[in-house]
């Protein structure tokens, strides 16, 4: 079963989000939202994995608490969901707007809590996305051939490992 426009996380966890891919930022700052019936099934496959071992992290104790952020969350679902919050790394030029590094090299859908019961679907950044169209699985879940963020220098901060630290 794939992620509908209102899913639940699973049994567990009675609370339901609202998962909008986003297409664009204005100019004047304002999110534009797809529908996310119209995402490729690929991208849908990647949501449903995340959900999926959010539910098995539950299950095993390991999930965080609450089951969502209380606001706007400063990580995307995969690193929030992992308590890993000081290995993320956002895009130099647009933070928190576009696919974070660690989701690009895993080749999944970045998500990253919006509020008010909303997971929005990153679309990877304009010089990584195969696809030009929001609707394809290449504007949001990395389908090249280079397998890293590396391939794409001054796209995403550098790795504490990277600098050295």
Not at 121 to 132: F, K
Request: glycine share 8%; with cysteine.
């Amino acid at each position: 079963m794939l992620p509908t426009p209102q899913s639940s996380v699973g049994p567990g966890v009675p609370i339901e989000f609202t998962f909008a891919p986003l297409i664009e930022i204005s100019a004047e700052g304002a999110y534009v939202f797809g529908k996310i019936n119209d995402v490729s099934s690929n991208v849908l496959h990647s949501v449903q994995q995340q959900l999926r071992v959010l539910e098995q992290r539950k299950h095993d104790g390991k999930a965080p608490c609450p089951p969502i952020p209380n606001t706007r969350a400063k990580g995307c679902l995969w690193v929030w969901m992992h308590k890993a919050t000081g290995r993320h790394r956002w895009t130099l030029d647009a933070p928190s707007k576009y696919t974070c590094a660690t989701c690009f090299n895993a080749r999944r859908a970045c998500l990253l809590y919006f509020g008010e019961m909303k997971w929005m679907i990153l679309p990877l950044p304009p010089a990584a996305r195969t696809d030009e169209s929001w609707e394809d699985a290449g504007y949001y879940v990395h389908q090249g051939i280079k397998e890293s963020d590396k391939y794409f220098p001054g796209t995403w901060e550098q790795s504490r490992r990277a600098m050295g630290s």
